[in-house]
């Protein structure tokens, strides 16, 4: 079974601050792992997925398989950073995604 | 292109009552899922379809069925409703790179 582990429901940083969401799965083939944003209002669209090895609006995030982890981190974090994130796994040779159970970023002046 | 277009945006029902969600793409994408999405348990997979004509249970599929006669379309049905399918409902449908575009949701409540 695949599973995926988001354990902060909130994260409150100020403006300026490191930020770093956590995640961590499991799964015993090679995932492929993803972060999905959604802003206030508007639809879940995806932020970063692991194979890309990009920054995307100043985040990042490495995949860990020693640790099982999918951190994603922002050096400076922005008012307009503020927003729900969900990290997901994709197992080998699926196409479903498995979410965590999101993290709420609050990114207070 | 419109992308994924979801109907309604909000629903009430009550319980034992039926109904259908919509769920539209423009984008010829082949893979299509609904998820639903609560508070502390992220969204999970209810049903997906590979293709017009194949569909397939997800993680939490009891109480709703779906269907896919078309590419575009991916209705998610509730054939009797109860209060624990209150709930927001995603539709997505997925390029050929595995990015899923998700709709805007619906909203349901079941009293």
């Known amino acids: 079974a695949q599973r995926v582990t988001q354990p902060e429901k909130l994260l409150s940083v100020f403006k300026g601050a490191p930020v770093e969401l956590k995640c961590n799965y499991s799964?015993?083939?090679?995932?492929?792992l993803f972060w999905y944003v959604q802003y206030s209002r508007q639809r879940l669209q995806l932020l970063l997925r692991?194979?890309s090895r990009e920054s995307i609006k100043g985040f990042t995030a490495d995949l860990n398989k020693g640790e099982t982890s999918f951190h994603l981190k922002k050096p400076f974090a922005q008012e307009e950073d503020s927003a729900m994130y969900y990290c997901?796994?994709?197992?080998?040779?699926?196409?479903?995604?498995?979410f965590g159970s999101g993290t709420r970023l609050q990114v207070q002046p | 292109n419109a992308g994924v277009t979801q109907t309604p945006k909000f629903q009430v029902l009550k319980t034992g009552q039926s109904m259908t969600l919509q769920c539209a793409q423009d984008?010829?994408?082949?893979?299509m899922s609904w998820y639903r999405q609560d508070p502390g348990m992220g969204l999970r997979l209810i049903h997906y379809?590979?293709?017009?004509?194949?569909?397939d249970q997800g993680e939490v599929p009891n109480g709703y069925n779906v269907s896919r006669s078309t590419t575009e379309d991916f209705p998610l049905r509730l054939l009797s409703a109860a209060p624990s399918q209150t709930s927001v409902y995603f539709c997505?449908?997925?390029?050929?790179?595995?990015?899923?575009?998700f709709g805007p949701g619906t909203r349901l409540t079941v009293l």
């Open positions: 984008m010829n994408h082949e893979y």
């Open positions: 379809s590979v293709g017009a004509g194949i569909t």
């Open positions: 799964y015993s083939g090679s995932p492929e």
């Open positions: 997505a449908s997925t390029t050929g790179s595995d990015e899923q575009f």
């Open positions: 692991h194979i």
């Open positions: 997901a796994l994709r197992g080998t040779g699926r196409r479903a995604l498995t």
